[in-house]
């Protein structure tokens, strides 16, 4: 199943011309305010007429204006979560996931069970809504919209009104979704601490434009797309396999590059993480360095080196099978000679890894 989205609309002096396609798993749409997410996000659901649009589930068109075809949004099916809940505060969470049954009417709908376990809503069938937790009725809401059987769901900054405990709690659960799941994920962010975690692939919008657009690991590693998202927010993903706990509180990760010593990450060995190391916490030295507190060291190569107008540049590094991204003063890459094809080591402070770019633990293939 893929979401095929062609729009082109101008309004409010935004000339909107977007084309992209989302596979099974999570895409984030991601870019500053006002860059045409949400505009995206209510096409797809039928909630706004663009003034030229293409948009395909499978083989199933929601909308083509060069045929004139429009599926009206009951007609879509589209599960849509929106920032606030939006339940229904005189039901309690059973009669909440019912509703979202009945809506899918005589189509198959997932197991109810299956989905209230994989959302870990089952202890809270009795209850009302009003007695939860901001993350609680998300989760509730997320649960209602699967049952109603989409053929591709919509997430529109469903984190945005949580604080971020709630935010953590909730986070585990997506990626569940994202893993458990194969029908395409729409997800709107401005956090890229959300993006790194959770997407497969990235489509960054600018200005009512797309940027960049592939899977996450590329588009985040990209160092020309980095003005597009952020030079503060640039940062690279990896995946590794957890190899062991140590008793002084720091998980062992086995990375193709070589070892990252994290931060404890609540797992099995064996497990697969998925870690987001920004790039201004990457130092860069030509040699092996000696007496550094720094325990994450990687060999790397340099591939890209990518030069803004400021005193910085953003340098893109070969680490095994994965691209490392690191963000250093124009005179550091000068002192250094750094240019691509040079030999160099990165180097990361464990402490520097913050438990929100570090992704649930993934059981390890057979398991």
Not at 205 to 227: F, I, M, T, Y
Not at 305 to 311: D, L, N, W, Y
Not at 337 to 365: E, F, H, L, M, T
Request: with cysteine; charged share 20%; proline share 5%.
């Amino acid at each position: 199943m893929r979401l095929s989205v062609a729009l082109s609309h101008r309004f409010d002096g935004l000339d909107l011309d977007i084309r992209f396609e989302a596979p099974a798993g999570v895409t984030a749409l991601f870019g500053p305010s006002g860059c045409g997410k949400t505009t995206v996000v209510q096409a797809v659901a039928g909630l706004l007429r663009t003034d030229s649009h293409h948009i395909q589930v499978g083989e199933r068109v929601l909308s083509d204006s060069a045929t004139r075809t429009w599926l009206p949004p009951h007609k879509r099916r589209v599960g849509y979560v929106f920032q606030q809940d939006r339940l229904f505060p005189h039901l309690n969470v059973r009669q909440n996931l019912g509703y979202g049954r009945w809506f899918a009417r005589n189509r198959a709908t997932s197991d109810f069970d299956q989905i209230t376990g994989l959302l870990g809503i089952d202890a809270l069938l009795n209850r009302r809504v009003a007695g939860l937790s901001g993350g609680e009725k998300q989760r509730i809401s997320i649960g209602r919209a699967l049952l109603a059987a989409p053929s591709i769901l919509l997430m529109d900054e469903p984190l945005a009104a949580l604080d971020e405990a709630r935010k953590s709690e909730i986070l585990p659960y997506l990626e569940r979704l994202r893993d458990e799941t194969n029908i395409p994920i729409l997800y709107v962010s401005h956090a890229m601490s959300e993006v790194a975690r959770l997407a497969t692939t990235v489509v960054a919008l600018n200005a009512g434009k797309v940027v960049r657009a592939g899977p996450a690991e590329e588009v985040l590693s990209d160092p020309a797309s980095a003005q597009a998202l952020g030079l503060r927010q640039a940062g690279s993903i990896l995946t590794g396999r957890l190899v062991a706990q140590h008793d002084d509180g720091l998980s062992e990760l086995a990375v193709s590059a070589g070892t990252l010593y994290l931060p404890r990450i609540h797992a099995a060995p064996g497990a697969r993480v998925r870690v987001r190391i920004e790039a201004q916490d990457v130092m860069l030295s030509r040699t092996r360095p000696e007496g550094l507190s720094a325990l994450n060291i990687l060999p790397a190569t340099v591939r890209a080196v990518h030069a803004g107008g400021g005193p910085g540049v953003i340098v893109q590094l070969s680490a095994g099978d994965d691209l490392i991204l690191a963000r250093i003063t124009k005179r550091s890459a000068a002192a250094l000679d750094i240019r691509p094809g040079a030999s160099c080591y990165g180097i990361v402070k464990s402490v520097s890894v913050a438990q929100s770019n570090i992704g649930a633990p993934r059981r390890p293939a057979g398991a």
